[in-house]
C-alpha cells in the first residue's frame, strides 16, 4: 500500500498485491483510520473492486483536516481492509501520517 496526500488534503491509496498477482472476485476495498476494525465507524473510503484487479485506487471522503480520528502523538494510521462477501477479510498497513504546525515568519 502507497499513501499520497493530494493537493486537496484528501488521501489516496493505492493497494497492490505483493506477489503482484490479480484480486480474484468482486469485492470491497475499504480505506479506514486508526484500526482495520470491521466496524464502519473506521471507515474513511469505499470502493467495489472487479475480478482481476490489480492496482486499486482508494480517495477518502474528506480532507486530512475533517477526519476525525486518534492523532495518537500526531500520528494517523492508515489501514486499507479487504472485505469477501463471504465474511472473510484481509488487512495492509498501518501507513503512518505525521502532522505538525510550521511557523512562517
Given at each position: 500500500m502507497e499513501v499520497f496526500i493530494n493537493s486537496d488534503l484528501t488521501i489516496r491509496a493505492r493497494?497492490?498485491?505483493?506477489?503482484?498477482?490479480q484480486f480474484v472476485s468482486d469485492e470491497d476495498m475499504y480505506l479506514q483510520r486508526d484500526h482495520y476494525g470491521e466496524s464502519s465507524e473506521y471507515n474513511i473510503g469505499?470502493?467495489?473492486?472487479?475480478?482481476?484487479s490489480t492496482n486499486i485506487n482508494i480517495f477518502s471522503w474528506k480532507?486530512?483536516?475533517?477526519i476525525v480520528a486518534n492523532w495518537s502523538n500526531d500520528i494517523l494510521k492508515i489501514y486499507a481492509r479487504y472485505e469477501t462477501y463471504g465474511g472473510g477479510y484481509a488487512w495492509c498497513g498501518p501507513v503512518k501520517i505525521r502532522r505538525y504546525?510550521?511557523?512562517l515568519r
Open positions: 493497494i497492490s498485491k505483493k506477489d503482484g498477482t469505499k470502493r467495489e473492486i472487479g475480478y482481476g480532507p486530512l483536516n475533517e504546525i510550521q511557523i
